[in-house]
């Protein structure tokens, strides 16, 4: 059986942090790009950051550039989304998604996903 589990969301106030964990069962994430997507309220999904399959890259949409880190455990099968200084602007929906093979550029196609975890910065 393939699984791709999020956890981690939760609500926080503006400037907190959190740690999106997403693990895989059933297939190995060392050959696979991993993206983080936002849906955010009223607005479509957009991709805030991916690792390469390699973990020798990553990118980050501008907005979430020097708070949000992506990183990768192989050994636990799991890929992480560091977001420090949250700003209600980060609020949404967020997917982990997994590309066989890719390297995060244009044309990607994300074989599996995870379930989504809210995220809602608040006072």
């Known amino acids: 059986q393939l699984q791709f589990v999020e956890s981690g969301g939760g609500l926080v106030q503006p400037g907190g942090s959190l740690r999106l964990a997403c693990t895989a069962s059933?297939?190995?994430?060392?050959?696979?790009?991993i993206g983080w997507f936002r849906q955010a309220p009223g607005k479509e999904r957009d991709r805030v950051s991916c690792i390469k399959s390699s973990s020798d890259g990553t990118t980050y949409v501008d907005s979430v550039k020097g708070r949000f880190t992506i990183s990768r455990d192989n050994a636990k099968n799991t890929v992480y989304l560091q977001m420090n200084n949250l700003q209600r602007e980060d609020t949404g929906v967020y997917y982990c998604?997994?590309?066989?093979?890719?390297?995060?550029?244009?044309?990607?196609?994300?074989?599996?996903w995870g379930q989504g975890t809210q995220v809602t910065v608040s006072r």
């Open positions: 998604a997994a590309a066989f093979g890719s390297t995060c550029g244009s044309g990607a196609y994300w074989d599996y």
């Open positions: 059933g297939f190995t994430l060392d050959y696979y790009a």
